[in-house]
């Protein structure tokens, strides 16, 4: 059984750079065909993805975020990163690891517990 699990802090300031750790455990990040995405949800509103990276190392973005955003992993440790930069009291959400085999969120079955990360100074 595949497990995610989110770290990282829980607040942020406003034009700093949101830094999150996802390890993975009960699975390999390099196993085909999966992709490790970042979804996050604000206070109120509904779940988006963010973008990830495949099992292969390919990475993949939301286009409203990815002038901001950047994904990357280390497949000695497991774990997958994010950063987000110039975050805003807008980027205040929820933010899950999750796993799947595409770009809607229907297709991820696996989870973390989630984070929850504030902006605000």
């Known amino acids: 059984q595949v497990q995610l699990q989110e770290s990282g802090p829980g607040l942020v300031e406003p034009s700093q750079t949101l830094s999150l750790t996802c390890t993975v455990s009960g699975g390999s990040i390099t196993t085909s065909y999966y992709i490790w995405s970042w979804i996050r949800q604000p206070p109120g509103k509904g779940l988006e993805w963010m973008g990830g990276i495949a099992y292969d190392g390919s990475t993949y973005w939301n286009p409203s975020l990815k002038n901001r955003t950047s994904f990357s992993r280390d497949t000695s440790k497991n774990q997958l990163s994010l950063q987000l930069r110039s975050v805003t009291p807008e980027d205040t959400a929820v933010y899950y690891c999750?796993?799947?085999?595409?770009?809607?969120?229907?297709?991820?079955?696996?989870w973390g517990q989630g984070t929850q990360v504030t902006v605000s100074s």
């Open positions: 999750t796993r799947g085999a595409g770009f809607t969120i229907a297709e991820y079955r696996y």
